[in-house]
């Protein structure tokens, strides 16, 4: 099991900067955490959830979504993962989820990533 809990979400004025953080834990993430990948992905009222950015926990590799490339920069360090959200947009308002899944970081399907934190609000008004 992995355990994941979001923080640092709030609101904030368009053009401005917000970073989520995510904490990971759990036995199978602790003896085998180079094998997982780790994500963010938003979901807005009405709207399906989408994929925003991953990372691999071995090597760093990262991936965005075209919305949110050159904006928005994921990382990670020890057992958490950040999300670093500039150039904030009204649009970029949704909860936001931390995942983890096991394998290639290039997936932007949520049903294919196992393991959800419960998600943190971020509002951004212009």
């Known amino acids: 099991q992995v355990q994941l809990v979001e923080s640092g979400g709030g609101l904030v004025q368009a053009g401005g900067s917000v970073r989520l953080s995510c904490a990971a834990s759990?036995?199978?993430?602790?003896?085998?955490?180079?094998?997982?990948?780790m994500g963010w992905f938003r979901q807005a009222p009405g709207k399906e959830r989408e994929f925003v950015a991953s990372?691999?926990?071995?090597?760093?590799s990262q991936y965005y979504a075209d919305s949110v490339k050159g904006r928005f920069t994921i990382s990670r360090d020890n057992a958490r993962v950040y999300l670093q959200m500039n150039s904030l947009k009204p649009e970029d308002t949704a909860v936001y989820y931390c995942?983890?899944?096991?394998?290639?970081?290039?997936?932007?399907?949520?049903?294919?990533?196992?393991?959800w934190g419960q998600g943190t609000q971020v509002t951004v008004f212009s």
């Open positions: 995942a983890s899944r096991r394998g290639t970081l290039v997936e932007g399907r949520p049903t294919l990533w196992e393991y």
């Open positions: 759990g036995r199978t993430f602790s003896n085998t955490f180079s094998n997982y990948a």
């Open positions: 990372i691999r926990w071995s090597g760093g």
